[in-house]
């Protein structure tokens, strides 16, 4: 459910050995897990349930080891998605998925999906020192999106970056403890992304 070469020759690139796997007891001996997804979120959470995957991630988010979320691998995280119906996700992250709203802040037709490059800011003014994106602190790296729903954390504490979009700030990236994940693809996303994607693996 996402394009795992593209993400895997981003993480080799930055000196990683990849493993990609659809086994649950592959998944929870890994060093670090990374999640990555596109679709629809009903179609992905299935696939994940079906394999066992699910309660593997569960288990490696309690683990301590670092686990990356990705675009709809990041929508999954959290307790609820609207796509489509409500869909249960795997609860790691307390807050619900809603759909990217169709017009801007000042009432006029904006385009869903979300697609093309945007700038990430802090959320709710908060500082980025001690997370992930520590080497963009004092900077507003643009990154890559393709999505039509985005995460509402339930606690503002677990929101690490926003982006704009028709006036609207969209969830682009939290972080709790072990667990960070992005709405936008850094293995898309250029040199900011790999500078990411980099700090994941020094994590």
Request: proline share 5%; hydrophobic share 40%; net charge negative.
């Amino acid at each position: 459910m996402a394009n795992l070469l593209n993400v895997a020759r981003a993480f080799e690139q930055c000196g990683a050995e990849v493993h990609v796997t659809e086994n649950a007891t592959e998944a929870l001996a890994a060093s670090r897990l990374v999640v990555p997804g596109v679709g629809s979120f009903e179609h992905a959470i299935g696939e994940m349930a079906s394999r066992g995957l699910d309660d593997a991630v569960r288990q490696f988010a309690q683990s301590g080891r670092p686990l990356f979320g990705i675009c709809v691998g990041m929508q999954m995280l959290f307790d609820v998605s609207e796509e489509f119906g409500e869909h249960r996700g795997l609860g790691i992250l307390p807050g619900k998925v809603v759909g990217v709203p169709n017009l801007t802040v000042d009432g006029k037709p904006q385009r869903v999906p979300h697609i093309g490059w945007g700038h990430l800011v802090p959320a709710n003014g908060r500082n980025w020192n001690d997370s992930l994106l520590a080497p963009f602190r004092d900077r507003q790296p643009a990154v890559y999106f393709v999505h039509s729903f985005a995460a509402q954390p339930a606690l503002d504490s677990d929101r690490l970056a926003d982006c704009e979009y028709g006036g609207h700030q969209l969830c682009a990236a939290v972080q709790r403890d072990n667990v960070v994940a992005t709405q936008f693809h850094p293995e898309r996303s250029g040199e900011a992304g790999l500078a990411l994607l980099q700090g994941f693996l020094e994590w």
